[in-house]
Nanobody, 130 residues
Framework: QVQPVESGGGSVQAGGSLRLSCTASASTYSSSCVAWFRQAPGKEREGVAA????????YYADSVKGRFTISQDNAKNTVYLQMNSLKPEDTAMYYC???????????????????????WGQGTQVTVSS
């Protein structure tokens, strides 16, 4: 299994919290950059957060800094996205994606370039009501 598997989406009121999970392939996990993207209806896909597994280095889009936290559990080959203080504008399909090697910001490249990510999950829906 190469494709990551997401879970944890759902519906919540504004101000609430959700935690998304992304379980990646065991064979590539330890050398991967794992990122969360989201896409709302009628909008372009955007990067939300990324983590370089080997160093536990993290990176966030400005829109979620201070509200979202990306973390890892190496024993489970799983990356989490803890989302707090959710807003209606966070409503979207959330996707987990993986790529081998460094995350973009670690070598001066675009962290959230979709083309750099080889493996994508099916997505999990997050809906935030006002």
């Amino acid at each position: 299994q190469v494709q990551p598997v997401e879970s944890g989406g759902g519906s919540v009121q504004a101000g609430g919290s959700l935690r998304l999970s992304c379980t990646a392939s065991a064979s590539t996990y330890s050398s991967s950059c794992v990122a969360w993207f989201r896409q709302a209806p009628g909008k372009e896909r955007e990067g939300v957060a990324a983590i370089y597994i080997a160093g536990a280095y993290t990176y966030y889009a400005d829109s979620v800094k201070g509200r979202f936290t990306i973390s890892q559990d190496n024993a489970k080959n799983t990356v989490y996205l803890q989302m707090n203080s959710l807003k209606p504008e966070d409503t979207a399909m959330y996707y987990c994606a993986t790529r081998s090697g460094l995350c973009g910001w670690l070598y001066g490249a675009d962290t959230f370039s979709s083309l750099a990510f080889r493996n994508w999950g099916q997505g999990t829906q997050v809906t935030v009501s006002s």
